[in-house]
Every structure is written in C-alpha cells, then in structure tokens.
C-alpha cells in the first residue's frame, strides 16, 4: 500500500487551528509520523520486542493512544504466550476506522486485536503485562497525567511493563534550542519545508505539551513503579520502559 504524502501544512494558511487526528491525519499519517519523528519505524519494532519479553500468559496488552495501530500489530507479531490479548484504544474514529483496516490485511498472527473508538482515560486496565502509550501522554491535560499513570500502574500484573514514549522538554534553553534546532533540520532533510514546519509546530503549541525527563521520571515513581529506564533517545524523543 503507497503511502500517502502529507502535504497538510504547504500551502499558506490564513488560520492555523489546534492541531487533531482528524481523517486528513489519518489519510497521511504512516507519512507524517516516518517524516516527523526520528527513529520512529526502530521504536515500533522494538515496542514489539519488549512485548515479545513481557507479555504474560492470558493477559492483556493495551496500546493507548494507538493511531493506526503499528504498536499493536508490532506487539501481535512478536508476542507468543498463549492466551494473550491486544486492546487497541483511540478517540479518533477516522484513525480507528483506517486500522481496522489495516489490522485486517495482517495475517502473520492469530493474537486477536480489538480497537476500540474511545477516550483512553475512561477504559479500565485490568490484567495488563504490556501497556503501551507511544506519543500519547503528551496529547493528555497536565493535571490528569498522574492520575492515567497510577490507574495504568494498578491494572498491570507484577512484572509488567510500562513503554513511554514522549517529546521532552529540557530546563537548560540553550540545551532546548539545541535538540529544538537538530529535530527541525530532521524534518527539512525528509522534505519538509520551512513553512509547513512553522505551520506544525503553531498548529501543536497549544495541544501537545512537553515536559522534561525528570519529570516523566518522577510521576512513573510517584505512581509505584521501582525500576525506569530510558531505552531510546534521538533529540527532543525519548522512549522510557518502567516495570512493576
């Protein structure tokens, strides 16, 4: 399947609203995310793996916040204990309705899949080995994220894991503009040009709010988790793994 090019943020515009997973960025999002996000198609194999290794027999693996749904079907090509199950959560209908689609074209594994069309803060986790939010939490109110990351941690078994994946932020504003400055020079060398890179990011200021490592690393500790890591960082991206 072509993947479709974004070209949503190219032409002028005369009002930039908020940025939202509407069907023009579920039309173009496999090209958005590969364009936009470094290392992006290495985290999702590697989600799949660190799947492979902690999902426990006839439990749930929960991808929140899952777009189109590459986590889930990284996971479901990875993970073989018997009984497991993959609960797919977005509230984009547009992205929902797409990877059904594309999670019915998969045929490399029987782990079932279920996506569901709803708002990740109001599903319960429960015997969970595997949770996944991959560039979610950022899109979450700041005030509701601790209370996402203690409910996660309480539906996850013992040893279960925890992948998150977020755009940091960093305290030193020279060490910001630095790691700020490369991520742009990332999207202009995939094609992007400096107008549909000034557009994108005034369309995201007010709806995806970065914080800092220590921050993301404070409420994974505040909310019970004894063992965090960071396992991936290029940039302003990190991907951390905190285990119960």
Known sequence: MTKKQDAIYAAPLNEIIDFQFDERVA?????MIQRSVPGYGMMISTIGILAGRYAQADSRCYDLGCSLGAVSLAMRQRISQPGCEIIAIDNSAAMIERGRDLLARDT???IPVTMVCADLQEISIENASVVVLNFTLQF??????LTLIKRIYRGLKPGGILILSEKIAFEKQARQQFHVELHHDFKRANGYSDLEVSQKRTALEKVLIPETLDCHQQRLQAAG???????FQCFNFVSLVAIK
């Open 27 to 31: 039309a173009v999002f496999p090209d």
């Open 108 to 110: 490399t594994s029987t």
């Open 140 to 145: 979450i109110p700041l005030t509701e994220r």
């Open 225 to 231: 988790f004894v063992f965090t890591d960071i396992w």
